[in-house]
């Protein structure tokens, strides 16, 4: 207890003592290795996380509702889509008829009947419009064009991936179809039923899932694909908060809505690979940032070594008047632990109170997703605690390798 | 009574061939509340001998029994305990932490006891305004005069009461005004709390106000003067 005490008193008194410029500029070395440790997997998490929010934002929304795995289609659709109106929860949904199609275009203009013709096989979604752009915003997603209109039938909205001019920048993968714009007719094949429509928007995402889509009203799909059940494929949510969702999915698997379909949170549906994803870019970023950690424990090495080593005759007096060596141990592992605590502190401030919400407001912007910076606070907090613990580390060694010499030769500065 | 014996020191330095044999076999005995002096040239040894006896070394050869404690065989943290609770020292040059002020310094070694905070500063206080230096307690040693910061040695050295204080040449690097000042100090303080003092000089000055000097001549004692002779 005294040792602690004195420990402090000496500890405190140094930091106090010590140049302003040589404290400010190790602690922002702390600050930094901070920031490293922290953004460094942060924006490889944030890759991740941003593409999985832009498919939550623009896709699949908080719980999404699907065929059980022995069915086809969502059972008693109609049922379901009531029974959602009990949960005060949901703020808007989107009931999804899929299938699968021929697009074809430039029909019309073809003159050579034996050569190839330009389609694409596509996946069709039947939607309602309003119900849709409400819960994926679908109209903001246009690059030409308009969106569906609840009161018009005939027309499609076609995702960029099918359309050669935009698709081309990756090279030969999609099927496209080629000079397709908004007012352009074109042809859906499905089976032996053929309608023409007239192309309204041309939409992209980061999301591939909208890309590679095409949306026409749920009436016409029923009629296109003679689905006359009206048991819809896909079900998407929203709640009010995002962290409702396992609230709204458990209440809706309890009520026995399960019975119909498979219910899912997001993070429930989210593919194996992609939190594997997740977790390795985590650890390589950490890995990354454990390299300023092992530099900034060296920093702090040198740092305590040199300053210890200069006071080694104060050290061997204070030995040589009683005060015991825990006591300078501790003196020197305190100012070790304010640069770390300092450091981290402001690390973390800036982190918190400026980086996530401007990478927040101004994502990086990557082909994929729009990039955020990651940074859970739990994980935060320990990779903290690591640098907390290797930094006191760092300064209790050299202390302890000087407070240890003879305590003579220390006071008379021997060897 | 004695409260410092020590029987036969031996004190050699190196190794192999290269062994210096600094102290050659001494027997001292000082008894309690004595002002004693260790004088002799540059290299006579007076410095490691108060070194051996004041727990900071520990001989080649020899018992030492300092407050009716063998102090040889103790462990580094024995040592360490023993000076705190038993000895006092003042420096050559001052050896106070730069970082404190002149109050925290002399604090320490309270602190270390086990005295609260609050106590600790009014003992501290009062050592000091016994050194003459009341309006200084805040005054970090740099800004002090090498006067003043022996006073705070001695101040540090007293504050604990301990039975005995070493002063290893505690003139040294003052002035002889502020040298005879340090000398008036401890011989007054000696006066007013009884405790012994072991001091190494090697100005016959400085000695006077001593009980006994002994004279150290190549690691061995050569002659002892009382102050009554």
Same mark, same amino acid.
């Given at each position: ?128 419009? %309003? ?35 935009? *698709? ?12 397709? =714009?908004?007012?352009?007719? %074109? ?126 005759? =104060? ?83 050299? *202390? ?16 | ?229």
């Amino acid at each position: 207890m005294q040792s602690l005490r004195i420990g402090l008193l000496l500890g405190f008194r140094q930091i106090q003592r010590a140049s302003f410029w040589t404290t400010s500029l190790i602690i922002f070395v702390m600050m930094l290795t901070f920031l490293n440790l922290i953004a460094v997997s942060g924006v490889l998490v944030g890759l991740i996380e941003g593409a999985e929010r832009a498919v939550r934002e623009s896709a699949l929304g908080d719980v999404i509702v699907t065929a059980k795995d022995e069915e086809d289609r969502i059972l008693e659709t109609e049922t379901f889509v009531r029974e959602l109106g009990a949960y005060p929860e949901i703020k808007t949904y989107s009931i999804r008829y899929k299938g699968n199609g021929l697009l074809e275009a430039n029909y019309k203009e073809r003159r050579d009947l034996s050569g190839e013709r330009d389609s694409a096989a596509v996946i069709v979604n039947g939607v309602d419009p %309003v119900r849709e752009d409400s819960m994926t915003n679908l109209s903001e997603l246009l690059v030409e064009g308009e969106y569906l209109n609840p009161n018009e039938e005939g027309y499609i909205l076609i995702g960029i991936y099918y359309i050669k001019e935009y *698709a081309e920048q990756f090279g030969d993968i999609f099927d496209t179809v080629s000079n397709v =714009h908004p007012g352009d007719t %074109v042809r859906l094949t499905v089976g032996d039923i053929s309608k023409e429509f007239i192309v309204k928007g041309i939409i992209e995402s980061k999301v591939d899932e909208v890309n590679l889509a095409t949306y026409i009203p749920e009436r016409e799909f029923r009629r296109v694909f003679n689905r006359l059940d009206r048991n819809a494929d896909q079900i998407v949510i929203r709640t009010n908060e995002p962290s409702q969702n396992l609230v709204v999915a458990e209440a809706m698997r309890d009520s026995g809505l399960d019975g119909f379909a498979k219910i899912q949170t997001f993070e429930e549906s989210l593919p194996k690979f992609l939190i594997d994803i997740k977790y390795t870019f985590n650890l390589l970023g950490t890995l990354i940032g454990s390299i300023g950690i092992v530099v900034a424990s060296i920093t702090i090495f040198i740092i305590i070594f040199i300053n210890a080593l200069s006071r080694r005759r =104060h050290i061997g007096i204070l030995k040589g008047i009683g005060i015991e060596r825990k006591a300078i141990e501790i003196a020197y592992v305190i100012q070790a632990a304010f640069y770390a605590l300092s450091g981290s502190l402001l690390g973390a401030l800036l982190t918190y109170g400026f980086l996530v919400p401007y990478f927040e407001k101004n994502p990086i912007q990557f082909p994929f997703s729009d990039g955020i910076l990651s940074a859970d606070p739990e994980s935060t907090f320990y990779k903290f605690v690591v640098l907390f613990i290797i930094t006191l580390i760092a300064g209790f060694i050299p *202390a302890w390798l000087i407070a240890k010499q003879n305590t003579l030769n220390s006071i008379l500065g021997r060897k | 009574m004695n409260i410092i014996e020590a029987k036969n020191i031996h004190r050699e330095f190196g190794k192999d061939d290269l062994i210096t044999h600094v102290l050659k076999g001494i027997d001292i005995s000082i008894a309690e509340g004595e002002f004693v002096a260790i004088m002799g040239k540059s290299g006579a040894g007076k410095s490691t001998l108060m070194y051996q006896l004041s727990a900071l070394d520990v001989p080649t050869e020899g018992e030492i029994i300092v407050d009716g404690q063998s102090i040889v065989p103790f462990n580094e943290k024995e040592r360490t305990a023993f000076r705190l609770n038993t000895l006092g020292y003042v420096f050559q040059d001052y050896a106070l932490v730069p970082d404190l002020s002149a109050r925290e310094n002399v604090m320490m070694p309270l602190l270390m006891k086990g005295m609260s905070w609050e106590a600790a500063k009014i003992k501290s206080d009062s050592s000091l305004d016994e050194v003459g230096l009341k309006d200084k307690y805040y005054n970090l040693p740099g800004e002090l005069s090498g006067g003043e910061q022996q006073r705070v040695a001695v101040a540090r050295a007293l504050a604990g009461q301990p039975k005995i204080i070493f002063a290893d040449e505690p003139t040294a690097n003052l002035d002889s005004v502020s040298g005879q000042q340090i000398i008036d100090l401890l011989t007054c303080l000696h006066k007013q709390n009884g405790q012994t003092i072991v001091m190494v000089t090697h100005e016959e000055e400085y000695a006077k106000p001593c009980d006994r000097i002994f004279y150290m001549e190549d690691g061995l004692i050569t002659d002892i003067k009382n102050r009554t002779q």
